[in-house]
DNA sequence: GCCGTTTTCGGCCCGACTGTTTTCAGTCG
């Protein structure tokens, strides 16, 4: 992991348990601010710290100089082990539970000596629960609803954790042997939106102890289980991770079936039994005879089966296509030809116009629409029209001044909520595009919040719904909407639907894509970017729109510049 | 704990919403 995420990580931590233990709420802020910071930074820390320049750093003071020095030259933070021994880490995670905050655990911790969440579910259970200032009927329901859901995710990681880290194993493992062949496998292949471990498929090496190479990295806090053939670690964050090791000849039935799912697999061995074959982790068999097995699009062949990439390995039809040679050949990450949805420093970004394209063009790029926020989204500093057309102003100058990218003038206005848009008609008129998006008001009823969307998007001058459901993987559940009604009203008016790349929000999510498409309505997959790094966050949207067997043509921001240019203005009103 | 400066200490993103209250506190975006 790099320097910079392990310390705004550990500044994180450290913030969240001042709050709890009743610290001053700025000083708290203070390693918040500094964290924020940090993570987005482009720089790292590991130089400036060589330089000794950590102080030119907004936020960061002498203090924190110091402790980032401390952690970079010794590899631990003194203060931050004196506070995780104060506060148990699974009562820091009941942060994440909607509803619960600081303040919130910060009386439970303090008054109430609750240590965890067997403790807190016990007390909320308890008559207790009634007298505690704060708390009535309805908000120990909610707590308790809200309590069910995060139990469902104890243990998941999300997909946007999980394949970095995934990643940098992998590439540790080639480092450690470099004829290895080490791969993703299991759900993060699959690019599950949460996923329970990382599994690891590699070859042995004669030569060297591959388990015991990776027992020395810094990552690793553990090794649970070695086996010949298995190696089970955790990680210092304490996520699983284990390494299957195999034989050249059996290397693309095993990544078959670690790959999964379970129920794929099942199918997939049932097939292969019904025509004579044995299929197991060591190979396709006939008669004791191996027909395959280095290779998984061997194995699909031999059992008369297209090759089926993994984000569609489910079991949701997905082998009775291959067999019938009608599985859709989706969308690649390399079909994307720009980014639609996108913020910068003008609102609540941390990258400047100019910095977005520029990273914009280096991924290639034809075309970036820059889509700050709407007056009402107070807190992510959102545009009022003076900001906004000055904003275009330069939009217009940049773009202008360029041949090697189209920049195209954006708005992500927030629908209120009565369905009106932030923004005036005459006002929406000079953007070249519109994205409206919910960001209030989640706890309208179904046919409230229906209505609410489906009047925005009749406004003609909205092109695409952005993140249409509102979740939050893991966190928040989605509002209440009928989906069928916004699919329909989308394909109705032409509209767009998109696909928010953020991992934190694959919103549409893949049966929903599944859906649309089905309808036949326009998606965009565009990454909500709020840096630059952000933008490669596509790959997340990109694997959910494959997930729902999305093709290239079916997302829109696959098509040139000339092409998306028309669209948004015949879309447009004259 | 940081920042900016009235260079020694006060202020620190802000408003809506909700469920508690009986005038407000906590959470969220």
């Known amino acids: 992991m790099k320097t910079n995420e392990e310390i705004a990580y550990i500044f994180e931590i450290i913030s969240n348990?001042?709050?709890i233990i009743g610290e001053n709420p700025f000083k708290s802020r203070a390693y918040r601010n500094a964290a924020g910071t940090i993570r987005d930074m482009e720089t790292d820390l590991e130089d400036l710290t060589a330089k000794q320049k950590l102080t030119e750093i907004k936020g960061v003071g002498k203090d924190l100089a110091d402790k980032i020095n401390e952690y970079i030259t010794t590899g631990s933070l003194t203060y931050y082990d004196e506070l995780k021994a104060k506060v148990p880490g699974e009562f820091l995670d009941l942060l994440s539970i909607r509803g619960i905050g600081t303040k919130f655990l910060s009386n439970m911790f303090v008054s109430h000596n609750i240590r965890s969440l067997k403790q807190l579910d016990n007390l909320l259970n308890s008559e207790k629960a009634l007298g505690i200032r704060g708390l009535g009927n309805k908000k120990i329901n909610e707590l308790k609803t809200n309590i069910a859901h995060y139990k469902q995710n104890i243990?998941?990681?999300?997909?946007?954790?999980a394949l970095p880290l995934a990643e940098l194993l992998v590439s540790e493992i080639k480092r450690l042997s470099p004829d290895s062949r080490p791969t993703i496998?299991?759900?993060?292949?699959?690019?599950?939106?949460?996923v329970r471990n990382i599994n690891l498929l590699c070859i042995k090496d004669g030569k060297i102890d591959i388990t015991d190479g990776l027992s020395k990295l810094d990552i690793i806090s553990s090794v649970s289980k070695k086996e010949e053939s298995f190696a089970e670690f955790r990680t210092e964050k304490d996520i699983e991770f284990t390494l299957t090791y195999c034989v050249d000849s059996s290397y693309g039935s095993t990544l078959l079936?670690?790959?999964?799912?379970?129920?794929h697999n099942d199918k997939l061995n049932k097939i292969a039994a019904d025509s004579g074959f044995l299929l197991n982790k060591n190979g396709l068999f006939r008669d004791g005879i191996r027909i395959a097995g280095s290779n998984e699009s061997h194995i699909y062949?031999?059992?008369?089966?297209d090759y089926i990439q993994p984000e569609l390995r489910e079991d949701i039809e997905e082998i009775e296509l291959s067999l019938s040679g009608r599985l859709p050949s989706t969308v690649e990450l390399s079909d994307i030809r720009g980014d639609l949805h996108t913020h910068s420093t003008w609102s609540d970004g941390r990258s400047s116009v100019n910095q977005m394209i520029m990273a914009a063009i280096e991924m290639g790029y034809e075309y970036i629409a820059i889509t700050d926020h709407s007056p009402s989204s107070k807190i992510a500093?959102?545009?009022?029209?003076?900001?906004?057309?000055?904003?275009?102003?330069?939009?217009?100058?940049?773009d202008s001044s360029t041949d090697r990218i189209k920049v195209l003038m954006g708005a992500e206005v927030d629908i209120r909520k009565d369905g009106s848009l932030d923004y005036p008609d005459d006002i929406?008129?000079?953007?070249?595009?519109?994205i409206a998006s919910v960001h209030s008001n989640f706890n309208m009823s179904n046919e409230d919040m229906t209505r609410r969307i489906i009047k925005a998007l009749k406004n003609p001058l909205v092109h695409i719904l952005g993140h249409p459901t509102g979740r939050l993987v893991g966190e928040r559940r989605a509002y209440e909407v009928d989906m069928d009604a916004v699919i329909d009203t989308a394909y109705d008016l032409g509209k767009a639907l998109e696909i928010n790349s953020s991992y934190k929000r694959l919103d549409l999510k893949d049966t929903h894509v599944k859906k649309a498409i089905k309808k036949g309505v326009e998606l965009v997959i565009s990454t909500d970017a709020h840096n630059t790094n952000q933008l490669s966050n596509i790959r997340y949207g990109v694997a959910t729109a494959r997930r729902g067997f999305a093709t290239k043509k079916d997302i829109l921001n696959t098509v040139d510049v000339g092409k998306i240019t028309?669209?948004?203005?015949?879309?447009?009103p004259k």
């Open 155 to 161: 243990g998941r990681i999300n997909i946007g954790i």
């Open 185 to 194: 496998a299991g759900s993060v292949r699959r690019m599950k939106e949460t």
């Open 17 to 19: 348990i001042l709050e």
């Open 257 to 263: 079936y670690l790959t999964g799912s379970r129920k």
């Open 428 to 434: 929406l008129h000079e953007l070249d595009l519109v």
């Open 301 to 305: 062949r031999e059992l008369g089966a």
């Open 566 to 572: 028309t669209w948004l203005k015949e879309l447009k």
């Open 381 to 398: 500093n959102g545009l009022d029209i003076k900001r906004l057309m000055q904003k275009k102003k330069e939009i217009e100058e940049i």
